[in-house]
Structure formats: structure tokens, C-alpha cells
């Protein structure tokens, strides 16, 4: 088969009026990404990005400024006077190419699987238009597809495809749904599309009218049904945010799943698109992965960990409760329960970051251990160096911050408070209870503490005293 030059125009101008909200509908993130950013990167494994044109309109420059990393090109529809018009603006963009493959900005689960699928039939039917089609449970809503019948059966070819507020009550009961996901022959689509009026409960150009308008022709227009009708569904309303949402977070645990990767009570787990995960690597119930966070292999994650933008090694233990935010941690680490990972913290690899931990910035040496309610912001500490329980970097002067550098194989004893800019070096010792203000040397001890005073049978005379004194009162 020759290679005739597709194009992939995806509808992105509209407000989403349903969903209520200062956001433009295509901006909505589920599973992590905006809806045109799943539908931006299912069409990539299709074309070059240079070959996809999104159609915005509604706030376009808020689109364009979180859409523009992908590398797509941009038309804009200033005004938004239905999918129909939308289609109009991108005529001269579409010029070069003999088909155009249209998605919906809001139809984001469509898999490059399916769309390759509607590229493959409508050449080889050499079709004017392609419709994708499905049987949802629910039609309401969708465009229905109305088929052609020869010798009483229906065929592949489509008559019209009918607004929910345009059907007749006849039609209610049609099934197949329009998907908004079509190919056209770029030559037919643009000679007619001038055509399509505005006679409709919107007053919009609907691009679906096209259809009946090119099959008067006798142009083939062509139904494809797809078997998944999860992939198509539409992202109209709140509520169809959180179905979406839901099956994308299904299908990627599944894939993970596939991969080698244990998911417990997988349902429960929260799993954004751009997550990777190691095999071996053992998900508790409740956890969530969100961002670019990419986990090793062997890595055990525990219930209730929350891990945004974290890049995990192999062999981790991150268990429950944990908070971490943008930070990496080393190999064979051990996290938790209940840390709390703040942004720009590197863990070294076999460290360990304990219970009620906050770490922020922080450079955590290989091996380094820090297990008890501790707070390390802008410090670095060198290899197995052990910070005591309730040690706490104080790294603000009310105006900037300062930093905390520890050497090596060093020993901060429980209750330390460092007030930055302090170095204590490696191998020295810090004594429990102290305030460190100035530097401690390599193998040095250095202690605040005041000297003990004990007395023996003192609480016997004061407990005498304190009675007598009640007594008399
Ligand atoms: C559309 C179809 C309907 C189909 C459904 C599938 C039309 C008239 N109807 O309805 O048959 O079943 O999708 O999900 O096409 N947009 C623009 N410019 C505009 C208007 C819309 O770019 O002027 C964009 C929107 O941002 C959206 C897409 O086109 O991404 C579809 O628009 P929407 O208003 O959601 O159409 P539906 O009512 O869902
Ligand atoms: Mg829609």
C-alpha cells in the first residue's frame, strides 16, 4: 500500500460548559495529565508530533503554554462556533495532506491501537469519511449513527449521524453512538465543508452534518465500530471526569500488572499515566504514584504512601504513610513509616529515613540513618553517619536560610539541635541535648549540655515540705 500523508487535527477549542469550572475542558487532568495531553500522546504513536495540529480556542494561551512541551502544532479558532467550524480554520494547515484523522480533546482514552485501526479501514475503503463508532451502555448524550440498509440489512455505510437534541423519538432507542473520532479524505472534506449550516437547537456548525452531506454524494462514508466502548467515552461533565479517570487508573494497573509488577487490591490504588514501575516491585493497598515517579525493581511500597515526581532505585522499602515529594532515593533504602520526603532530598543508597522524619534538601551519604522524628533541611551528611532521635537542623535566621554539613561515619546524639551555617566533621561526636552553634571537628566530641546535678533523698523532703505547707493551709 502506498503511504498517503495523514494529518491528525484534535478538537481543543471549546469551553467544556457542563463541567462548570475557570479551566478549559481539554486542561481537566485525569490519571495525572490534562485531557489533551492523553489525547496529544495516543496520537504521537500514530504521527510525528509536527504532523498533529490542535484546535484551540478557549483560553488558548493557557492550552497552548502546558501543551507546547509536546511539540504539536497549534490553529486557533477564535471564536467557537461548533466542532464543524473548529474543522474550518485548519484548512490551509491541512493542505499538504491527503487524510486527516480527527480526535477530540475530550475523548482521551482513545488507545493508538484504535486509531491506527480507523487509518487502516479508511484506506482501505478509500472512504471520504471514517467514523469510529461504539455501543456505549449509556448512549445518552453522543451523536447517534444512523446506517444504511440494502436488501434489509444494515451496512457499513452511515446515512447521518444524529444530535441527542435532534433525534426523533424513534431514534432514541439507536445504540451506536459517534465517537468525535473520524478520517476524511482532506480533498472531499474541505470542497464541502462550506456547506454545513447552522440550522441546529445550538446554532453551531456540526461537523457531524458532514456526513449526510457527503454520502448524498454517493461519497462513501463508512461506520467502524469499536468493540471497546470504554475507549470512546467522552469527557463532558465531572462525573464522566471521574469514570475516565477511574478506567485509565484501571488499565495502568493492569499493564503494570502485565509487566511484573504485584498490585494488591489493585481498585484501591492510585496510579498516574507517566508512573513507571520495576518488576518484582511489590504495590500495597491504598498507595499512590503519582507524576513522573519511577520505582526499580525489587522495591516494596506499603499502604498509604503518597509518592509524587520520586525517583525510587531498586530494592526500596517505602513503607506505610509515606509523604514524598520530587527527591530521589538510593538503592536498598529504607523510607518510613510515616516520613515525610520534601522536595530536592537525594537518600543515599542502604539509608534510612524513619518515623516522623521531614526531610528538605537534604543529601543523605550512603548507609546514613536518621530513624526517629527529625527534621534535616539543607544539609548534606556523609556515609553511615547515625542522626539521633529528635535531631533538628535549624536552617532559617527569620530571613534566610543556612546550611548543615556533616562529615562521614559521625554520631549526632538524640535531641541535637544544629543551628546553621554548622559543620561537624567526620567521625566527631554531638552529645545528647546539645545546641551546636559552633563547628565540630573530625573526631572531636562536641557537647552543651550542662553538667548533671543529682541529689540523693531530695524528693522525699520536698514531697514532706509541700504537704506540710498544704496542711497549714
Ligand atoms: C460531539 C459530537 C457528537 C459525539 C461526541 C463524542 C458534534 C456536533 N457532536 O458532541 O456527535 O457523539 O462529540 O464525544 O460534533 N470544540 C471545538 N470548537 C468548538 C466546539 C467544540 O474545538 O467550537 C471541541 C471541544 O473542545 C471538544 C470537541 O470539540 O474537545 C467536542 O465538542 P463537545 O462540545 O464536547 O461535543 P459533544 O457535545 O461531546
Ligand atoms: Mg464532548
Known sequence: MPNPRFAIAILAAGKGTRLKSKLPKVLHQIAGRPLLGHVVRAASAIVAPSDIFCIIGHEAALVRQQISPLGTHFVEQAEQRGTGHALMQCEQALAPYEHVLVLSGDVPLIRPETIAAV????????????????????????????????????TDNVEAIVEQKQLTPAQENLAEVNSGIYAFNVAELFSRIGRLSTDNPHGEYYLTQIASILQRERLPVLALRTADAGEVLGANTRR?????????????????????????KPETVVIDSDVTVGADTIIEPFVQLLGNTTIGEDCFVRSYSVLTNLRVASGVRINQGTIADDSTIGEAAIIGPYSRIRPASEIGPQAHVGNFVETKKVKLGRGAKANHLTYLGDAEIGERT??????????????????????????????????????IGNGAYVGAGSCITKDVPDDSLGLTRPHQLTREGWAVQKRARLQAEKENK
Do not use: Q, W
Open 119 to 154: 487509518r487502516d479501514f479508511h484506506l482501505a475503503n478509500s472512504a471520504a469519511m471514517t467514523i469510529l463508532t461504539a455501543e456505549p451502555p449509556d448512549p445518552f448524550g453522543y451523536g447517534r449513527i444512523l446506517r444504511r440498509k440494502a436488501n434489509g440489512v444494515f
Open 240 to 264: 464522566e471526569l471521574a469514570v475516565l479517570d477511574s478506567l485509565l487508573r484501571e488499565r495502568k494497573a493492569r499493564e503494570l500488572m502485565d509487566s511484573g509488577v504485584t498490585i494488591f
Open 386 to 423: 547515625n542522626i539521633g532521635a529528635g535531631t533538628i537542623t535549624c536552617n532559617y535566621d527569620g530571613v534566610n536560610k543556612h546550611r548543615t554539613i556533616i562529615g562521614a561515619e559521625a554520631f549526632i546524639g538524640s535531641d541535637t539541635t544544629l543551628v546553621a551555617p554548622v559543620r
